[in-house]
């Protein structure tokens, strides 16, 4: 066989081979069908109605009954602060001490006068005596008498008025010495030694003293809500995490409005053994207005996307049960429950496990519960 013949029977292979390639390349294998989605097994509570509280939550302040800004009721400079803040006190324990002594002086002096006065008055009693003898036996006249009882009476009532007015001095100079007009708590003390005090239309604040007994929680209702309110209404206190710490009840509210909150201010007593609470406090407080049937649900059946409330109901759509999202509006809290005051009804059955992995319409088969 020549060389030519040879060629042409290569190319002609070469050429059936690349064929076969191509042909390979562009046949398409049938590929088997997937399987259908399978239902992914949840756990479901039927949503039940139950009375549910319809409150709204105010700050409200502490406030007690007992509570003192106290002031000097003389003016001088300060000699001695004899408590700091924060310590017990009792009534009438001393406080601070007032420089004294120019009243001190004063009251020795009115005093000096008193002995004096009291030293003639002793003697006009002694004459007077003498001379009611004297008259009686017809030794003087009447008009001497009378005129010895006259002496007596102007130096009787000057006695008297020296008295008097020696003790009120002495009154006075205990005013140097500031007292506690309770028991209870000392404040800040933004007075030092030294300082000069002083009475008057704008007097110095040496310091309070508060009582932490006969509390009131002082709350501030919107205008809004004038015609629900009265005396009675259930008044929830919480600390700053949402804990209860006593329910009380309004046992005052006011004939006016605030015109600068346009609140009307209303009061409920706290009992003295609620802890740590303490007067001008912050606390938040929830009125009750009443209560109302709701659906509710667990508080693991409520998603959240974008920050709106949704749940995911068991509904059937043809033969077979399918993950439903519908958007709810929440209420009030119950124990471990959310109040449902729109959007679902009792009766449906909500889906409370795996809603991190559900999407609308998702098959799903409800275990028994």
């Known amino acids: 066989m020549s060389n030519d013949a040879l060629k042409r029977m290569v190319g002609m292979g070469g050429l059936f081979l690349l064929a076969l390639a191509i042909a390979g390349c562009t046949k398409k294998p049938t590929a088997p069908a997937g399987p259908a989605m399978r239902a992914m097994p949840v756990q479901t509570v039927a949503v039940t109605a139950q009375p549910v509280a319809e409150s709204s939550v105010y700050m409200a302040t502490i406030k007690s009954r007992r509570s003192t800004v106290v002031s000097p009721q003389v003016s001088g400079v300060l000699t001695a602060i004899l408590v700091h803040s924060g310590n017990h006190v009792k009534a009438g324990q001393p406080l601070m001490k007032i420089d004294s ?45 009378q005129q010895e009882q006259q002496t007596y009476a102007s130096s009787k009532a000057s006695y008297e008025a020296a008295v008097e007015s020696r003790n009120t001095q002495q009154q006075l100079l205990d005013y140097y010495t500031v007292r506690a007009p309770y028991a209870g708590i000392v404040g800040d003390i933004p007075v030092h030694v030294g300082d000069y005090v002083s009475t008057g239309s ?107 409330p949704f749940v995911y109901v068991l509904r059937k759509m043809d033969g077979h049960f399918i993950a439903s999202e519908t958007g709810v509006t929440l209420g009030q809290t119950v124990g471990n429950d959310y109040a449902i005051t729109s959007g679902l009804s009792p009766g449906e059955h909500v889906i409370v496990s795996s809603t991190q992995f559900l999407v609308n319409g998702m098959p799903v088969m409800p275990l028994p519960g």
């Open 101 to 145: 002594r120019q009243q001190q002086a004063y009251v020795a002096s009115l005093l000096a006068a008193e002995r004096e006065d009291k030293a003639l008055y002793d003697y006009n009693v002694i004459e007077l005596a003498r001379q009611k003898k004297l008259f009686e036996a017809g030794i003087i006249s009447r008009q001497a008498y």
């Open 202 to 308: 704008s007097p110095t604040l040496l310091t309070t003293v508060d009582e932490n007994r006969d509390l009131e929680a002082y709350i501030y209702v919107p205008t809004v809500r004038a015609a629900q309110l009265r005396r009675g209404l259930e008044v929830d206190l919480l600390d700053n995490t949402g804990k209860m710490l006593e329910t009380t009840n309004i046992d005052f509210i006011s004939p006016q409005v605030d015109s600068t909150l346009q609140g009307i201010l209303v009061k409920a007593p706290v009992r003295p053994s609620t802890p740590m609470l303490r007067n001008d406090e912050m606390i938040e407080a929830r009125v009750v207005w009443g209560t109302r049937r709701l659906p509710v649900v667990p508080v693991l059946a409520v998603v959240r996307r974008s920050g709106q």
